[in-house]
């Protein structure tokens, strides 16, 4: 064990996730890039943990952050104005393409879960919330009631009183070999048994990974979100579509996930990449939901002033660049080089994804385990996950070149290749 390593065991907590079985220090960073402490260097695909959405060193970022420091300023709080902040929220409620949208800027993903749940279940005066099984939206108290994922939720108790939908676990043996039509039909079915049987009440909102993240970027058929909210609107029901990960062009298709399944929710929430690497979250609402008597109040630090120039910097640069048309673009390359790939390797047993958010199923964890190793040794980082640990999920920086697509799908295949023949 390194001593690093030793000294993390003994005043972190054990149950803190590190990748590898020898885990490793990150010291810089160059383009879509890391080097490691003893010098090696890695494309790194999986941007961080999807917290570098422009590459690593980016000047554009790096000027943003030092005009600001150059202030003397870092943060006083946000109960004076705070130009910047105005200035990112007026992008993010254009972009959003929610009518009469407002923004309340946090400090991460899980703050932006809690406080979209503060507003829809004061709007609609109930705990009752709808999420999808396999979810994952935060490590707090209220967000761990809305996780279904065991080895994210563990033995975590929450107040939130929720119930899971059907969407994208289709691997279910009532669910095997049907249409995605018949398949919608059924989680439609089970949506309205829900509602009618099992909630004591009226019901706040459904929160819905467009692509569930640490679920393994598994996917619900295009359409089926669609005919949730027919459903949900009948109600009165709010959609909350958490893009913390699926947000800012990464699936190449749509600015935002939900938009593949032509949807307009009343509110999103993100985090993860819009900072790169700054820590910036929040939540963009209907401006009817989002003002109110509720005393939510403010963040200390959410929206300070650092944050929000490197967010500024960073969707500034995301669409002057057209990342997420080079998302649709290096995503397709590997995407499709990899169910190649899968079509004669029998240890893959899936393959999915949209623009630069991409996973592979493998038989079992060790395999999972197995393929984090080789790739890390030829110079390649990925995230291991799914439900069962046997998912390997990669999500490079939106500034992928193609090159680097193609050198990372090689890498990718070799790792696969070599353990289809130790399975052989
Ligand atoms: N929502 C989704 C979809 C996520 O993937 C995550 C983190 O992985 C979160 C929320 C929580 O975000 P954070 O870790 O910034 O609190």
């Not at 420091?69 to 902040?85: D, E, F, K, N």
């Not at 609402?285 to 403010?298: E, T």
């Not at 500034?316 to 590997?334: E, F």
Request: negative net charge; contains cysteine.
């Amino acid at each position: 064990m390194s001593e690093l390593l030793a000294r993390h065991r003994a005043v972190m907590p054990n149950w803190m996730a590190l990748n590898y079985n020898d885990p490793i220090e990150i010291v810089s960073g160059k383009g879509n890039r890391v080097i490691d402490a003893d010098g090696k260097s890695y494309l790194d695909f999986f941007a961080g943990i999807l917290t570098n959405m422009i590459g690593y060193d980016i000047p554009e970022v790096r000027d943003a952050v030092e005009r600001q420091l150059a202030t003397g300023v870092v943060h006083t709080s946000t109960v004076y104005l705070l130009r910047g902040q105005i200035e990112l929220a007026e992008k993010i409620a254009r972009l959003s393409g929610i009518p009469n949208a407002k923004v309340f800027f946090t400090n991460s993903g899980t703050e932006a879960n809690e406080t979209a749940l503060l507003l829809a279940t004061y709007a609609r005066k109930t705990d009752q919330v709808l999420a999808m099984r396999q979810s994952y939206h935060g490590r707090s108290f209220g967000t761990i009631g809305i996780t279904a994922n065991r080895a994210w939720k563990n033995n975590s108790l929450s107040p939130l009183n929720a119930h899971f939908l059907h969407g994208t676990d289709r691997h279910l043996i009532q669910f095997k070999g049907m249409s995605d039509a018949d398949y919608i039909q059924a989680c439609v079915d089970d949506l309205r048994h829900v509602l009618a049987t099992a909630v004591s009440d009226d019901v706040a909102a459904l929160i819905a990974e467009p692509i569930q993240g640490v679920g393994g970027f598994t996917m619900a058929p295009d359409g089926l979100f669609a005919a949730y909210k027919e459903v949900l609107d009948e109600q009165g029901i709010l959609f909350i579509s958490d893009e913390v990960q699926t947000g800012w062009g990464r699936t190449g298709s749509a600015f935002f996930g939900i938009q593949n399944h032509g949807v307009t929710p009343d509110m999103m929430t993100f985090a993860k990449g819009l900072g790169n690497g700054f820590a910036v979250g929040g939540v963009v609402a209907r401006g009817d939901l989002m003002d109110g008597p509720h005393a939510v109040g403010l963040s200390t630090f959410g929206g300070n002033p650092i944050s929000m120039a490197a967010a500024n910097a960073t969707l500034d640069y995301v669409l002057d660049h057209d990342l997420q048309a080079n998302a649709a673009r290096t995503g397709d390359i590997i995407i499709r080089g990899l169910q190649e790939a899968a079509g004669r390797l029998s240890v893959v047993k899936a393959v999915r994804g949209k623009g630069l958010m991409f996973a592979v199923e493998l038989e079992s964890p060790a395999q999972a385990g197995r393929f984090m190793e080789e790739t890390k040794k030829a110079g390649l980082l990925a995230g291991k996950g799914g439900l069962y640990g046997n998912a390997i999920r990669m999500a490079p920086p939106l500034t992928l070149t193609v090159d680097e697509a193609v050198e990372g799908l090689g890498i990718i295949v070799t790792a696969l290749e070599t353990i289809d023949a130790e399975a052989a």
